[in-house]
């Protein structure tokens, strides 16, 4: 098992728009260094017994969001894993600072047109969905958030080869071990 305590952090959250690999990388991440692996957007529809798009739709965004927040400060406090972090969730301050109090954070850049092809027939993603125009959506979205994924502790382009990804992340961990 990988030991965070060598880079002083209680966990390791990957972070990124909707699209940019969060759950298959960390998912990847998290078996690789034998941590245990937390989605958050899975932990809400385990909690809720809903899907994301239902809570959207029956409760509303704001609603999603209350939500999001407890499972997050939840799982942001556990020990030794990887937790993939919903898009928005960065927006958040609260999440945002335990993030940086108690998580070693890598932020999965991908070009937005990628993104955009990877989700083009995805009907799983509530703020795409509600629009015609993906692209703008998408746009302003990152455009939001960005100032906040810049800040994490190491970021990486998720374009392409997602076993690279994997490799470089695993590289830039290595580094602080020594």
């Known amino acids: ?15 990124g728009l909707m699209g940019s690999g969060k759950s298959v990388i960390g998912k990847d991440l998290s078996k690789n260094l034998n941590l245990k692996f937390y989605d958050t957007d899975k932990e809400i529809e385990l909690k809720t017994k809903k899907s994301i798009n239902a809570i959207f739709e029956e409760e509303g965004e704001q609603y999603f969001r209350k939500i ?18 919903g898009g928005g969730s960065i927006i958040n301050k609260k999440i945002r600072n ?33 629009d015609l125009n993906k692209s703008e959506t998408l746009e302003k979205l990152y455009n939001n958030r960005r100032k906040f ?10 374009d392409n080869d997602r076993n690279h990804v994997l490799e470089k992340i695993k590289s830039k961990l290595r580094s602080y071990a020594k």
């Open 98 to 130: 335990l993030i940086m109090l108690n998580s070693y954070s890598i932020y999965l850049e991908v070009k937005l047109k990628n993104i955009l092809n990877r989700l083009r027939f995805s009907k799983k993603r509530p703020l795409l969905n509600k």
């Open 68 to 85: 999001e927040e407890n499972v997050c400060l939840d799982l942001l406090v556990h020990h030794d894993c990887v937790i993939s972090l």
């Open 149 to 158: 994924y810049e800040k994490a502790d190491f970021i990486v382009n998720n």
């Open 1 to 15: 098992m990988f030991n965070l305590n060598k880079i002083k952090k209680r966990n390791i959250c990957i972070m």
